[in-house]
């Protein structure tokens, strides 16, 4: 079922997105990255927090 904004649900904090643009914002703000370096990042580990964390830790 296609992810619809008036939906109620639990977001999925443990995946980072970029269907939205607040979504990006987000997750840009709060890794303290550019959006460049987010794409990256989730390029090379894939879309888990966690491991985006690590990737961007480990520089």
């Given at each position: 079922?296609?992810?619809?904004?008036?939906?109620?649900?639990?977001?999925?904090?443990?995946r980072?997105?970029?269907?939205?643009?607040?979504?990006?914002?987000?997750?840009?703000?709060?890794?303290?990255?550019?959006?460049?370096?987010l794409r990256?990042?989730?390029?090379?580990?894939?879309?888990s927090?966690?491991?985006?964390?690590?990737?961007?830790?480990?520089?």
């Amino acid at each position: 079922m296609a992810d619809g904004k008036n939906e109620v649900g639990a977001a999925d904090r443990a995946r980072i997105s970029f269907r939205e643009d607040y979504e990006v914002r987000d997750w840009t703000k709060a890794l303290g990255v550019s959006e460049q370096e987010l794409r990256e990042a989730v390029d090379a580990v894939g879309n888990s927090v966690d491991a985006v964390r690590a990737y961007l830790n480990k520089g």
